[in-house]
């Protein structure tokens, strides 16, 4: 039986499609004019939607389809009629702080702790108080409203209301901590997002449309029309427009994904180092090595392994000097300096089990166990977990596999995820922000796109 209703399907603005010859069910966005699935998995052959009498004999529905159509059937839901925050009285903070790392609670949902004078309000799984007394809960440094840039204001509005109903003690007037905390409204920052889709104009003509608005202002600032061209590079065309790309908001493939952008400025020219360690001179602390190998040319390894390759392509060059590959990074990378280019190969390096079973601490066998579940249920929807034909502790996976598992296993999932594909529950992450930033930069995006799981607590 399927997992996804007709409701949720209308909902979340999906059909189910089939991808080339495959047997799995995938669901796609309906309205555009190529169809595009939301796990972002790509087929030869194309994709097209199915008719009714043909989702009886498909196979399973893919899970990460599943996960993104039920995710944002609730966003739609949730917009259409967002719920107040739900109050929920405890007697002690222990008590309050394990429950909201439980399922019954939801995100932004009111606890009340009359016993300690202390009322609060969940963040993600962090329960934080907004009154002067804290206990158990993490006490917030900043404005009840000002968290994650006041997606929490209802839920600080209703806590501070029950805060003064029960006569508990608040840090200060709320009100004039805003005040005090609010920049000027004239130097406050406004963002940009940019649509870029794949569409059909009136006369049947397939055109890529760029559209360029403002947060809080659903009114278009612009809206560019572009013929079609498979090879056409979305990030050259929005600099074009004078928008250079920030960070991913959602992504369902190259031709379809809405961006953070900003106004795009040439950046001015760099000054040319006089004089540069060579990347064989490097002194690193790990068993990563750099030999030479010809003139310009150095490969960095790691034991017998073969990470990438580096060349000089000279200070001339205004895109940096250092150019690397890796088979495992999806872009070329251009460094000025030795160090950046070496770090970019090996954070692109695909962890092993036996990297993952040294960084949670859970056995092996109940690592390679999950792993191989995920591989035959992905090898059905044509993905895969494993990046080499080895198995055992040696495996080498990729950064979704990885976070899958994780998820799976229950083992920590690290602070930092890189917001890269539309499906945030596959985001690589890492307990190292360095090596976020370092994943994110090697698929062209910013820090921007490093996204900090943790709230801002004492």
Known sequence: MSQITAEMQAAAGVAPARLGNGKGVHYATTGLATVGNVCGYRAIGGARFLAAG?????????????ASVKRMAADADEAACPAAPAVHHFEGTRQAYDAAQGDGLRDGDVLVIEPEGVVGFITGAWPVAITAEHGELHALTVSPRGVEGGRYTASADMAERIAREIGAALPA????????????????????????????????????RVTITRTGDPKPLCTTDFPYDGTRNAARTLEALGWTITGMETYGGPAVFRAWVEPFRAAPPAEVPTRSV???????????????????????????????????????MSRGRYATWSAWAPIAGFFWDAGPAVDCIVDAW?????????????????????????????????????????????????????????????????????????????????????????????????ADAVCDSAPVTS
Not at 54 to 66: F, S, Y
Not at 289 to 315: A, F, N, S, Y
Not at 357 to 374: H, K, N, Q, S, Y
Not at 392 to 408: D, H, K, P, Y
């Open 54 to 66: 043909e989702l009886a004999k498909m196979g399973k529905e893919c899970t990460r389809c599943v």
């Open 173 to 208: 007037p709320l009100a004039l901590l805003d005040e005090a905390l609010a920049p000027p409204a004239e130097t406050r920052s406004v963002r940009h997002l940019a649509d870029y889709d794949l569409i059909r104009t009136a006369e049947g003509t397939a055109v890529h």
């Open 278 to 316: 060579a990347p064989a001179d490097l002194v690193r602390h790990d068993d990563v090595q750099v030999h030479p190998d010809g003139c310009g040319k150095w490969t960095v390894e790691r034991g017998t392994d073969l990470l990438g390759v580096i060349w000089d392509e000279g200070v001339e």
């Open 350 to 446: 695909p962890p092993s089990l036996a990297d993952l079973a040294e960084e949670t601490g859970m056995p092996l066998e109940v690592l390679a166990a999950a792993a191989d579940m995920f591989h035959a249920e992905w090898r059905e929807a044509g993905e895969r977990i494993y990046r080499t034909a080895v198995r055992g502790a040696l495996a080498r996976l990729t950064f979704e596999g990885v976070a899958m598992i994780r998820q799976f296993t229950g083992a920590p999932a690290g602070r930092y995820a890189v917001a890269i594909g539309r499906d945030e529950g596959v985001w690589p992450r890492f307990h190292n922000r360095h090596r976020a930033v370092s994943l994110a930069r090697s698929y062209g995006l910013t």
